[in-house]
């Protein structure tokens, strides 16, 4: 009897795209806005803009309290949260967009002070998930066009990070907004090694 061969196993990436998400251009941001906003989606609109301006992981952003981002019924210029994955607290600011935002999804919802901002609808769960947030997030990407292979969660995270950086070129600015106790996380996270030779290398024509 001949030996039997073990049955090969489909690789846990195929098909996927490993590695970083993109971060979201300039126009992507603002064709998401308008779609959410033509749609009347005002959790959506308010989560996407509060997940842009904060720069926050996705466990940090949907665990936020109204009480996080206001003061009494204002909905504050400026933020501080505790990273859980670090322990080490973040500020961060609340444009006028997204405090616009905001402050109608907190009216439409009737949210109190100690209220989850982004409460699930689900019995289970007090407050949206990360995996709901990025099936959330995948809508808006396909919405617009966009390959949500290329998206993730930390899209957001970096997005408005990225812009901050190729508009000042400020690394220790980014690394303080995005919470990093190490320069090199920062480089790391946004890639800049690889973009700024990419930039570097585009001038060159011979």
Known sequence: MEAQLPTSRTPWNKGKLVGQKAPLKPKDVWSIRV??????????????????D??????DLVALRVRDVSH??????????????????????????AREALEAWIKRAHLRS???LFPSRLHSSEHIGTRQYARILRSWVEDIGLDPADYGTHS??????SMIYKKTKNLRAVQILLGHTKLES???YLGIEVDDALDIAEQIDV
């Open 35 to 52: 779609h959410l906003q033509m749609e009347h989606r005002a959790r959506e609109l308010a989560l996407f803009n509060l997940g842009f």
């Open 54 to 59: 904060s720069k926050l992981r996705g466990c």
């Open 72 to 97: 009494g019924d204002r909905i504050a210029n400026r933020a501080m949260v505790m990273q859980s994955k670090t322990r080490h607290p973040v500020q961060f600011e609340i444009t006028p967009t």
């Open 114 to 116: 100690d209220d989850f």
């Open 156 to 161: 957001m995270r970096r997005s408005k990070a």
């Open 186 to 188: 920062t480089v790391r």
